[in-house]
């Protein structure tokens, strides 16, 4: 029996409040947009299709794929052997981790994270959490990896951007995780699904422009984040050949492949102009700086996020933690998850979303002085 995803439990319970009557913000993530016209009229055009079926993925979408890594991060994947598109990065991930792990295999998490317990526990494999620090800046804690190490480990997975905490790990942690995999023969997966989400000139840099350093790599990115296209449920695999070989059977017997009016409709976004994103991801540091400034008013501080939509705020003053952290935020009105959704130990951590309106940013933050306080 496997936990719900967090998130969908916590806007239902956000939703049955609402539906009560309660006064509940509005705590936007990812953009909610309106497709643009170019998308609109792209899937008009080719809604009457019939497509001839490529269960790696359009060939038209791998190669836009192809191109964006190429222009983007100098970065050469072969559109025929090396990208895989999946239902989403969730739907990606759950394959690849099915794929390449066996029973009892264990995989070295570093946590805060996101929700991949399931994940890995469904490929009958069995996580093991290592705890980054607040007072590192939610680093990756390279030393206590290795001190995690078992004769079972198989893999390490990492969500760069980090999602709840905002960290960007920088190309010299990066290069260090690498290194250790290839010492003890570790797959290494990799989340990356905030390309576009990166604040204040930080640099995200791709595992894979490190695969000459070890290249037993697989890394899984979602559409939904980076073009607004939760609606469409689109995401990609990129790995070397062999891997996604592996990877690419796993998916033929779970889906056969990706529907080709999304396909055809994240080619459109993907390869026009991208105005209609820019107004939107463009004023994602401000919001950010709006939930710190108010929420540190409020007596609630924070690790500036370098990159997402979310602040991972420290609500240890409430003398709250976990499900009663949880529900004292909905009491206020602010949906939040805590910090054990992440697999943090430090539950007194809650997830605060800032991808919706100022105005709704300022009254959560606002709401938080109604937090009891030790």
């Excluded at 049955?16 to 993530?29: L, T, Y």
């Excluded at 991060?73 to 739907?91: I, K, R, Y």
């Excluded at 105005?275 to 710190?292: A, M, P, S």
């Excluded at 539950?347 to 030790?374: D, K, M, Q, V, W």
Aim: proline share 6%; hydrophobic share 45%.
């Amino acid at each position: 029996m496997y936990d719900r995803l967090p998130t969908l439990e916590l806007w239902e319970r956000t939703a049955a409040r609402q539906n009560a009557g309660a006064d509940m913000v509005p705590m936007q993530g990812v953009p909610m947009l309106p497709m643009p016209a170019h998308v609109v009229d792209a899937v008009a055009r080719f809604a009457g299709d019939v497509f001839p079926r490529q269960t790696r993925g359009s060939r038209m979408l791998k190669s836009a794929i192809a191109d964006h890594l190429d222009t983007n991060f100098g970065l050469s994947a072969n559109p025929d052997t090396e990208l895989l598109v999946t239902h989403g990065a969730q739907h990606g991930m759950s394959i690849a981790l099915r794929a390449l792990l066996a029973p009892g295999d264990e995989v070295l998490i570093p946590a805060p994270t996101y929700f991949f317990d399931a994940l890995v526990r469904m490929a009958g494999a069995h996580p093991r959490y290592v705890q980054a620090r607040a007072s590192d800046g939610w680093a990756l804690p390279l030393e206590a990896m290795a001190s995690e190490l078992t004769p079972a480990t198989k893999a390490i997975i990492l969500c760069n951007p980090n999602n709840p905490t905002g960290n960007v790990p920088t190309r010299g942690e990066l290069t260090a995780v690498l290194e250790f995999a290839k010492l003890h023969n570790l797959y290494v997966f990799s989340d990356e699904s905030y390309e576009f989400y990166v604040h204040d000139g930080v640099s995200y840099t791709p595992q894979m422009t490190l695969r000459e350093t070890y290249d037993r790599l697989i890394t899984i990115t979602s559409f939904s984040k980076n073009y607004a296209f939760s609606s469409w449920r689109v995401g990609y695999v990129h790995a070397p050949a062999d891997l996604l070989e592996v990877v690419h059977r796993a998916f033929e017997c779970d889906s056969i492949n990706v529907g080709d009016i999304p396909q055809i409709a994240v080619h459109a976004a993907l390869v026009g102009p991208r105005d209609w994103l820019d107004v939107e991801f463009d004023t994602f540091c401000n919001r950010r700086d709006l939930l710190l400034d108010a929420s540190r008013a409020a007596g609630f501080d924070a690790v500036t996020p370098a990159a997402g939509i979310f602040c991972y705020v420290d609500f240890s003053r409430t003398g709250l933690s976990g499900r009663l952290l949880e529900d004292a935020l909905l009491d206020i009105g602010v949906p939040a998850s805590a910090g054990d959704r992440f697999a943090g130990v430090d539950s007194h951590y809650a997830r605060i979303l800032y991808g919706g309106t100022a105005e709704n940013i300022l009254r959560a933050a606002e709401r938080f002085r109604l937090l009891p306080t030790g």
